[in-house]
């Protein structure tokens, strides 16, 4: 369980980016993050691992708490946090598999790392993640010979090597394709819900939340304007959290999207588009 008490940060520049958020993430759930640009989604997945120091406020994840640790401590509890980036951050030149061992860096000691000679059970349990998020082939390529999805599922079997408590997702989908998007939700939700996994997902596709996760977090300026089930997000929700003019619009760039979309399938179907 993770809670949030009053959590704040403002930044040096005096920007208000959270004020007092307070909720809490059960076993098992995976919540998307949604909100205008700026609203705060960034800094409140990055409050939660202290990759920003909030301002005040408490973070606890299964009873322990995060917020006040030294950096010795913090760097042995923020492996209970897995990370997953919008632009992947996996080291190029390396292999898939070193990346995904690289998960493994915050347990082993120095030697092991700088050596780069990991226990049997840490390869095991790499080889059996690249299974799961489909990239047993491709164990042996460089990072920078794969397409942005399946760079993604390294990112997704990085951070499980870790076994975490908690998955951050931090926009996974927006430098990919709509349909590689819904692919990589789809292995997202499944491999948490197959584990138990609660993660935080923040994603600006305000459909692709809709349709995968269980609970949704509107957040706008800061403050937690929203919090429901995806069925409970209706149209003078969104307004309210996105602003009249930004909802229509990003309503429209949807419908355009899928319109797009479904025209490239007729065509390919042979079909009139
Ligand atoms: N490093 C920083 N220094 C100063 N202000 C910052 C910093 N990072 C973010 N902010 C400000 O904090 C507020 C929240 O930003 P944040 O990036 O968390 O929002 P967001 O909802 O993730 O936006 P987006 O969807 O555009 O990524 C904004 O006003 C932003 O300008």
Redesign the pocket.
Same mark, same amino acid.
């Given at each position: 369980m993770l809670e949030l008490h009053d959590l704040t940060k403002t930044?040096? =520049?005096g920007?208000r980016?959270l004020s007092a958020v307070s909720l809490s993430v059960p076993r098992g759930q995976l919540v998307g993050l949604i909100?205008p +640009? @700026?609203? @705060?989604? +960034? =800094?409140?997945i990055r409050c939660i691992n202290r990759l920003v120091e909030p301002t005040s406020g408490r973070v606890l994840l299964g009873g322990r708490e995060l917020t006040g640790l030294g950096a010795r401590e913090l760097r042995a509890q923020r492996r209970r946090i897995g990370m997953i980036f919008q632009e992947y951050a996996l080291v190029e030149r390396l292999s898939v598999m070193e990346n995904v061992l690289s998960g493994r860096l915050g347990y082993v000691g120095f030697w092991t790392s700088f050596t780069r000679r990991f226990p049997p059970e840490d390869i095991r349990r790499a080889y059996r993640l690249l299974d799961r998020v489909g990239l047993m082939d491709h164990a042996d390529k460089r990072a920078d010979a794969l397409s942005g999805g399946q760079r993604q599922r390294v990112g997704i079997a990085r951070a499980l090597a870790q076994e975490p408590e908690l998955l951050l997702v931090d926009e996974p989908t927006a430098s990919l394709d709509p349909r590689t998007s819904r692919q990589i939700m789809r292995l997202l939700v499944e491999i948490c819900t197959e584990v138990g996994l609660p993660a935080i997902v923040?994603i600006?596709d305000v459909p692709l939340a809709q349709q995968f996760m269980q609970r949704i977090i509107g957040?706008r300026a @800061?403050r937690v304007v929203f919090d429901g089930t995806p069925a409970q997000l209706t149209e003078s929700v969104l307004t309210e959290i996105y602003g009249a003019e930004d909802w229509t619009a990003m309503r429209k760039g949807h419908e355009e999207e899928e319109g797009a979309e479904a025209d490239a399938l007729r065509r390919l179907a042979g079909l009139p588009a």
């Amino acid at each position: 369980m993770l809670e949030l008490h009053d959590l704040t940060k403002t930044y040096r =520049t005096g920007d208000r980016a959270l004020s007092a958020v307070s909720l809490s993430v059960p076993r098992g759930q995976l919540v998307g993050l949604i909100g205008p +640009s @700026g609203a @705060g989604k +960034s =800094t409140l997945i990055r409050c939660i691992n202290r990759l920003v120091e909030p301002t005040s406020g408490r973070v606890l994840l299964g009873g322990r708490e995060l917020t006040g640790l030294g950096a010795r401590e913090l760097r042995a509890q923020r492996r209970r946090i897995g990370m997953i980036f919008q632009e992947y951050a996996l080291v190029e030149r390396l292999s898939v598999m070193e990346n995904v061992l690289s998960g493994r860096l915050g347990y082993v000691g120095f030697w092991t790392s700088f050596t780069r000679r990991f226990p049997p059970e840490d390869i095991r349990r790499a080889y059996r993640l690249l299974d799961r998020v489909g990239l047993m082939d491709h164990a042996d390529k460089r990072a920078d010979a794969l397409s942005g999805g399946q760079r993604q599922r390294v990112g997704i079997a990085r951070a499980l090597a870790q076994e975490p408590e908690l998955l951050l997702v931090d926009e996974p989908t927006a430098s990919l394709d709509p349909r590689t998007s819904r692919q990589i939700m789809r292995l997202l939700v499944e491999i948490c819900t197959e584990v138990g996994l609660p993660a935080i997902v923040n994603i600006h596709d305000v459909p692709l939340a809709q349709q995968f996760m269980q609970r949704i977090i509107g957040l706008r300026a @800061g403050r937690v304007v929203f919090d429901g089930t995806p069925a409970q997000l209706t149209e003078s929700v969104l307004t309210e959290i996105y602003g009249a003019e930004d909802w229509t619009a990003m309503r429209k760039g949807h419908e355009e999207e899928e319109g797009a979309e479904a025209d490239a399938l007729r065509r390919l179907a042979g079909l009139p588009a």
